[in-house]
Structures are given as C-alpha cells and as structure tokens.
C-alpha cells in the first residue's frame, strides 16, 4: 500500500467523520476547532506533495470531465453559503466541468429547514489554461471568469414551480482589476484539490448523483 493512498484515506476517513450530520453540505474550516482544521490542511499538503498528476493541464485533463461534489472549503464564498439567513440551510454543492468547451458551473442546493421552499444558486463560468511565470507550458492553473449567477425555486411545499426556475438571472461577480485563478494541486480518478488565487482550500469527490448534468444547463 504507498503513500499516496494511505494519505488519502486517513484525509477520506477524516471529512467523512465531520460530515455524518451535514447532509451532504460542505464542511469549512469556520465549523471546525482549530486543531482538526490544522490537520486536515496537514493532510492535505502531504496528499499534494505526492499528487500522481503533476501537470493536470496537460496529461490529465480526461480526469477533470463531468461532477464533482465538494467536501470541505475554507473559501469565503463557501462559508458565507453555510450561513443563510431565513431557515434556509445549504444541501450539496457540485461544481461540473465541461472540459471540451472549457466551461464549468458551480450548483448549490438550498432548502428550507422545514421543507416550505427548495432550490439553487447556480454560477457558470469559463476557464483557461494560464501559463505561471516560470513555466514554459499550461501546468495546474487555470484563470477564471464568472459569467451568470442563476438563482431558482424548484418547489415550494412540495410543489413544482418551473416559473420560478430561475426566477433570476444576473452577471456574475468577477475580481476587479485582476482574474480570478485556481491551481489543480491533486488529481486522480475520485479526488480532486484546489487552492484559490486567495489561498482558499477546496477539496471536491467526484460524483455520480447530478441528475441530468450535460452541457445544455452551462447556458
């Protein structure tokens, strides 16, 4: 058994322990004490150093196709999701990647703590390979640039409303002055890291449960 695969499961083991009240929502580092934040980033950083796809953009890109949930974040968009005002909590996250046409869209189901309302906020955006100053190829950063940010009602006491689905649609939000970027810095089959431009952690499985997730819903 190597490294790698001990590492990733003593970091599986750790987020599935911290996870078994969250229904399916990401954990961010806000929810947890200091001593387990610290070591699921030590964790993470050894899992990086041993990454067995050392330059994603190149060889790997096939591993990045289709869903991916997210698991744990320490992003502030993420930890402002997890505090939702009115009753509403926040469900599973998933961001699907649509590599041939370099597109992407981040989904995040809300609903209400006692079932009155359910939807999503859903975000699209395109990428880029970026080429980092002292590299001669596109390596592991991608640049990003947020397109739409769709807000939707899917049902309201259990009840369907395609009118409100979406209800609204507005430019989304991108970094003035400079573009947003994220280094892929561990990749394999079922697992995939990321760090922001910020710093920010984020850590997503890969994911068969999206229902009906093809390239139509990036419009």
Not at 18 to 25: A, F, L, V, W
Not at 152 to 169: D, E, R, Y
Not at 191 to 203: K, V
């Given at each position: 058994?190597?490294?790698?695969?001990?590492?990733?499961e003593?970091l599986?083991?750790?987020?599935?322990?911290?996870q078994?009240?969250?229904?399916?929502?990401?954990?961010t580092?806000?929810?947890?004490?200091?001593?387990l934040?610290?070591e699921i980033?030590?964790?993470?950083?050894?899992?990086?150093s041993?990454?067995?796809n050392?330059?994603?953009?190149?060889?790997?890109?096939s591993?990045?196709e289709?869903?991916?949930?997210?698991?744990?974040?320490t992003?502030?968009?993420?930890?402002?999701?997890?505090?939702?005002?009115?009753?509403?909590?926040?469900g599973k996250?998933?961001?699907?990647?649509?590599?041939?046409?370099?597109?992407?869209?981040?989904?995040?189901k809300?609903?209400?703590?006692?079932?009155l309302?359910s939807g999503?906020?859903?975000?699209?955006a395109?990428?880029?390979?970026?080429?980092?100053?002292l590299?001669?190829?596109?390596?592991?950063?991608?640049n990003?640039?947020?397109?739409k940010?769709?807000?939707?009602?899917?049902?309201?006491?259990?009840?369907?409303?395609?009118?409100?689905?979406?209800?609204?649609?507005?430019?989304?939000?991108?970094?003035?002055?400079?573009?947003?970027?994220?280094?892929?810095t561990?990749l394999?089959?079922t697992?995939?890291i990321?760090?922001?431009?910020?710093?920010s952690?984020?850590?997503?499985?890969?994911?068969?449960?999206?229902?009906?997730?093809t390239?139509?819903?990036?419009?």
């Amino acid at each position: 058994m190597n490294n790698q695969f001990l590492i990733k499961e003593k970091l599986q083991a750790k987020l599935e322990k911290i996870q078994t009240k969250s229904d399916g929502s990401p954990i961010t580092d806000l929810k947890l004490d200091k001593t387990l934040a610290e070591e699921i980033e030590q964790l993470t950083t050894q899992l990086e150093s041993v990454n067995p796809n050392l330059n994603p953009l190149l060889y790997a890109t096939s591993l990045l196709e289709g869903a991916w949930q997210l698991q744990y974040s320490t992003a502030r968009e993420i930890r402002s999701l997890v505090s939702l005002p009115l009753g509403l909590k926040l469900g599973k996250v998933y961001q699907v990647i649509d590599v041939a046409n370099k597109l992407f869209f981040n989904l995040a189901k809300v609903k209400h703590s006692l079932g009155l309302v359910s939807g999503y906020v859903k975000v699209t955006a395109s990428f880029e390979p970026a080429k980092e100053d002292l590299e001669p190829l596109p390596n592991k950063r991608l640049n990003v640039y947020f397109d739409k940010r769709y807000l939707s009602i899917q049902k309201i006491v259990g009840i369907n409303t395609p009118q409100l689905n979406p209800f609204k649609v507005v430019p989304a939000n991108n970094h003035t002055g400079r573009t947003a970027t994220l280094d892929i810095t561990y990749l394999d089959e079922t697992l995939r890291i990321g760090r922001g431009g910020d710093g920010s952690l984020f850590i997503l499985s890969k994911s068969n449960d999206l229902p009906d997730f093809t390239s139509s819903i990036l419009n």
